[in-house]
T-cell receptor
Framework: GQSLEQPSEVTAVEGAIVQINCTYQ??????LSWYQQHDGGAPTFLSY????GLEETGRFSSFLSRSDSYGYLLLQELQMKDSASYFC???????????FGIGTKLQVIP | NAGVTQTPKFQVLKTGQSMTLQCAQD?????MYWYRQDPGMGLRLIYY???????DKGEVPNGYNVSRLNKREFSLRLESAAPSQTSVYFC????????????FGNGTRLTVT
């Protein structure tokens, strides 16, 4: 089966750093990705980790530990526009099946 | 490029009615997906199609059927709509080379009364 767990809500201050964690139980796991979704919009891709370690893309970084079935998304220099929901998603079945967590709603406050 | 196009954007059905949600992509992607999104439930995979001519069940396939009409189009059919199928439906596509990003359509907001 597939299951991903992440916190439902996080609040952080503008300019700060926030980490959103994701633990997964996925058979045939290939990798973990992260998506951002603003209210009323469609999810958009942020990052992907196939191997253990940190991947950096501008202000966003993502980390994966396969041995711990754990990953996180790190957002630095938070901006008000970063207020959105963030989803971790697991790839399995030869990259064909993509299963999402319930999402973490991030609120950035002044 | 239009990307992934979903129609309709909004739909209201009565219990027992049927309808088909249409999805088309112009990125020559191999894989296509249907998700539903409900408050507090995240995105749940209904069906996916790894390539033209193949479809597979996701997490919540009951009450739905799909057709991969060709490489561009992947439709989702509700044969007898139920209030529990009130949701926002997203179609997505990806290039099947490694873990390619999913590109999402803008969603269809479906209400079943």
């Amino acid at each position: 089966g597939q299951s991903l767990e992440q916190p439902s809500e996080v609040t952080a201050v503008e300019g700060a750093i926030v980490q959103i964690n994701c633990t997964y139980q996925t058979s045939g796991f290939y990798g973990l990705s992260w998506y951002q979704q603003h209210d009323g919009g469609a999810p958009t891709f942020l990052s992907y980790n196939a191997l253990d370690g940190l991947e950096e893309t501008g202000r966003f970084s993502s980390f994966l530990s396969r041995s711990d079935s754990y990953g996180y998304l790190l957002l630095q220099e938070l901006q008000m526009k970063d207020s959105a929901s963030y989803f971790c998603a697991a790839y399995s079945g030869g990259y064909q099946k993509v299963t999402f967590g319930i999402g973490t709603k991030l609120q950035v406050i002044p | 490029n239009a990307g992934v196009t979903q129609t309709p954007k909004f739909q209201v059905l009565k219990t027992g009615q049927s309808m088909t949600l249409q999805c088309a992509q112009d990125m020559n992607h191999n894989s296509m997906y249907w998700y539903r999104q409900d408050p507090g439930m995240g995105l749940r995979l209904i069906y996916y199609s790894a390539s033209e001519g193949t479809t597979d069940k996701g997490e919540v396939p009951n009450g739905y059927n799909v057709s991969r009409l060709n490489k561009r189009e992947f439709s989702l059919r509700l044969e007898s709509a139920a209030p529990s199928q009130t949701s926002v439906y997203f179609c997505a596509s990806s290039d099947r080379t490694g873990a390619s990003p999913l590109h999402f359509g803008n969603g269809t907001r479906l209400t079943v009364t």
